[in-house]
C-alpha cells in the first residue's frame, strides 16, 4: 500500500495573495485533487483497500475546500475592484455632468 497524506490542505489559504499567485495556487491544487483521485491503489489480492480510499477521499476533500475558499477570496476580490471601478465611474461622470444648480445659474445670467 502506497501512503498518503490525509486531510491535505491547500498551500495557502488564498489572504494577501495575487490573483496570477491564487491562479497558480487552484491549477496546482486542482491537479493534485485530479491525481488523488485518479490513482488506482489495489492490493495484492486486486482489490482496493478501504483505509487507502477513505485517507484519498479525506485528502482530496482537504484540497476541494482549499480550492474553493481560494474561488471565494478571488470573487470576493472581483467584487470589490468591480465596486470600485463604478464607484469611479461615478464619480467621473458627476464631474462632467454641469450639476442643476450650475445650469440654472448660467439661464438666469443669459435672461439678465
Known sequence: MSSTKPN???SDDGANTTPAQLTASIERDVAELNELLSKETLDDAGEAS???????L????????????KLDTLLGNLNNLLAALEEEKAVQDS??????????????TDKQ
Open 58 to 69: 479525506e485528502s482530496a476533500d482537504g484540497v476541494a475546500k482549499g480550492v474553493e475558499n
Open 95 to 108: 464631474s462632467q455632468q454641469p450639476s442643476a444648480s450650475q445650469t440654472t445659474d448660467e439661464k438666469s
Open 50 to 56: 478501504v483505509a487507502e480510499l477513505l485517507a484519498r
Open 8 to 10: 491535505t490542505t491547500t
